[in-house]
């Protein structure tokens, strides 16, 4: 009996895998097309908690924050994507770790990586207002969606 149950948790989490892959990437496009009405018509105000913090990670937590608190809706919405994005990436490394398969643990390490890098050149962008970090932030985008997509054609 133990055994049974012992190879079923491999496969349970690699369709836990699966599912929550085709999560991340429905969530991926929501958040590129509330991206882009945020890039079109919203305009964050020069003068914000985070905005040209001396330290790095305490502008991007004072941005966020600020975001999630007092932020046009789109921007909000944005960010509480983001996050959501966010914490699914580090399930998935985790479920992927307790699956043993290297092709998942590959692509959740790529999705998470691509995701955080992102959100922080997106928090970045809202603190400092350079161009770069919105390219960065579209990068990051971009190697999520190919390392989940590519993770999930070859797992199959």
Same mark, same amino acid.
């Given at each position: 009996?133990?055994?049974?149950?012992?190879?079923?948790?491999?496969?349970? *989490?690699?369709?836990?895998? *699966?599912?929550?892959?085709?999560?991340?990437?429905?969530?991926?496009?929501?958040?590129?097309?509330?991206?882009?009405?945020?890039?079109?018509?919203?305009?964050?105000?020069?003068?914000?908690?985070?905005?040209?913090?001396?330290?790095?990670?305490?502008?991007?937590?004072?941005?966020?924050?600020?975001?999630?608190?007092?932020?046009?809706?789109?921007?909000?919405?944005?960010?509480?994507?983001?996050?959501?994005?966010?914490?699914?990436?580090?399930?998935?490394?985790?479920?992927?770790?307790?699956?043993?398969?290297?092709?998942?643990?590959?692509?959740?390490?790529?999705?998470?990586?691509?995701?955080?890098?992102?959100?922080?050149?997106?928090?970045?962008?809202?603190?400092?207002?350079?161009?770069?970090?919105?390219?960065?932030?579209?990068?990051?985008?971009?190697?999520?969606?190919?390392?989940?997509?590519?993770?999930?054609?070859?797992? *199959?």
């Amino acid at each position: 009996m133990s055994t049974t149950v012992a190879t079923s948790a491999p496969g349970t *989490r690699e369709r836990s895998l *699966r599912r929550l892959t085709a999560l991340q990437i429905g969530l991926l496009a929501t958040q590129f097309l509330v991206g882009m009405v945020v890039n079109l018509f919203v305009t964050v105000p020069s003068q914000h908690p985070g905005t040209n913090a001396n330290d790095y990670f305490t502008g991007v937590a004072r941005g966020v924050l600020w975001a999630l608190g007092n932020a046009t809706l789109m921007l909000r919405l944005h960010v509480v994507i983001g996050l959501v994005l966010a914490v699914v990436s580090l399930w998935m490394v985790w479920l992927a770790v307790r699956a043993r398969r290297r092709v998942w643990i590959v692509a959740t390490l790529v999705g998470a990586s691509g995701i955080f890098a992102a959100g922080f050149n997106g928090a970045s962008f809202m603190n400092y207002t350079h161009n770069f970090s919105s390219l960065l932030m579209a990068i990051g985008f971009l190697i999520c969606a190919l390392g989940y997509g590519l993770g999930a054609y070859v797992a *199959r």
